[in-house]
Each structure stands twice: as C-alpha cells, then as structure tokens.
C-alpha cells in the first residue's frame, strides 16, 4: 500500500460546478498536511496547508479526517484556471515529505 | 526575490557521465530538498539537508549524492548516469523543516541516453 493515495482521475466537470478530491495515508503518526497544486510541466505550489479543525481560503476548503486517515479538498464554483493536477502531501515526521500521485482536474467552459 | 533556483533546466547525458544539478536559494532557508518526478508517481526525495553540513538520505538516495557546504547552496550529483535517471529533478526549501509548506525551484528535466 502507498504511504499517500489519491484518485488519478482525471475528473472532468464545467465551469462553475464543485468538485471534492480525497486522499489517504497510512502513518498514523502523520503530523503536517498539505495541498498543492502543479500546472503542467511546471514545480509544484502550495495551495493551502490543511488544519486539525478543517479551513477556508477563498472557493477552496480542506479538511482533515485523522481518525479516519485521510485529508480532502473541496473546491467550489470552478474555474478554467483551476484545471492542474492537485498534489495531497504528508509529513511522516522527521523531516521527509510523501507526496500522492496527484489528481488531474480539467474544468471546462 | 528569486526564491529557489535550479540550473541547467535542460540536460542530455550519454550513460556513464556524471553532472551536478545545482540548487540555490535566497531565504535563508535551514531546510533543503531534492525530489524527483516520474510520470505517473508523485515526487519522490532523494536526499535532504536541515543545514548547512547536514545532510540525509530520501527514499531514492542510490547513485546520487548531495553536500550542503553553505546555507543557500544544495546541489545534487549524479556519479554515472543511468536511463534510469531521466526525470523531472525539483529542488525545494522550506525556513527549517517539512512541517512548513515548501518552496521549489522550476526542475530541471534531465534525460539519459
């Protein structure tokens, strides 16, 4: 099993449509936690850090579930701008960082 | 500001030649980093640093080795290149460890022929 898991997708939605995207870990002991996001052939940047009780930043909202081991990103009224590929990253303490695979979200007009 | 920045962007190398990827940056950053990105697989670290002389093996550390002589300098060496090797290299920085979000360069795509 993968020590970080998302849904490969792709998910294709319209413009204006809300889209939720979830992903896994394993290592209970998991301490920071971290949505990017990463246009095409480009370096990843950091859309939001994702808090114990949950947080907003704008159309995007996270959400950590640590009973269950998994942390989610809802973004609402889409954009075109928003298709990229949406990376879930986890600390596993120390100092190493697992990224997921990331998930590929195509908005379309 | 320039952040973090990677050179060369592009590399060709025949098998066997060995080449340092060079990372600086100018935040002063304790906490550096290098990943790489196969198509399909989310990064993966090969070797990282939370200081100057101070470095440690990632999940994929085999034929590459790092040194970190100053703060703003982690560059990455590959010893004799593999096709194995061709990837997307990011280097990344963060104010003293992975709990703070990090900060990359634009990778260097590097292929092995």
């Known amino acids: 099993r993968k020590e970080v898991e998302q849904d490969p997708g792709p998910f294709n939605v319209p413009e204006g449509a809300t889209v939720a995207f979830n992903c896994t870990y394993s290592?209970?002991?998991?301490?920071?936690f971290f949505w990017y996001r990463q246009d095409c052939r480009k370096e990843p940047k950091l859309l939001m850090s994702?808090?114990?009780s949950g947080n907003e930043d704008g159309r995007f909202t996270a959400q950590l579930n640590r009973a269950s081991q998994y942390i989610s990103l809802l973004i609402r009224d889409s954009k075109l701008s928003d298709s990229a590929t949406y990376l879930c990253?986890?600390?596993?303490?120390?100092?190493?960082?697992?990224f997921g695979a990331g998930t590929r979200l195509f908005v379309k007009a | 500001n320039a952040g973090v920045t990677q050179t060369p962007k592009f590399q060709v190398l025949k098998t066997g030649q060995s080449m340092t990827l060079q990372c600086a940056q100018d935040m002063n950053h304790e906490y550096m980093s290098w990943y790489r990105q196969d198509p399909g697989m989310g990064l993966r670290l090969i070797h990282y640093?939370?200081?100057?002389?101070?470095?440690d093996q990632g999940e994929v550390p085999n034929g590459y080795n790092v040194s970190r002589s100053t703060t703003e300098d982690f560059p990455l060496r590959l010893l004799s290149a593999a096709p194995s090797q061709t990837s997307v290299y990011f280097c990344a920085s963060s104010p003293t460890g992975v709990l703070q979000p990090q900060h990359f360069g634009d990778g260097t795509r590097l292929s092995i022929l």
């Open positions: 990253v986890v600390t596993n303490g120390g100092f190493k960082t697992i």
């Open positions: 994702v808090y114990s």
């Open positions: 640093s939370v200081g100057a002389g101070i470095t």
């Open positions: 290592n209970s002991a998991s301490q920071s």
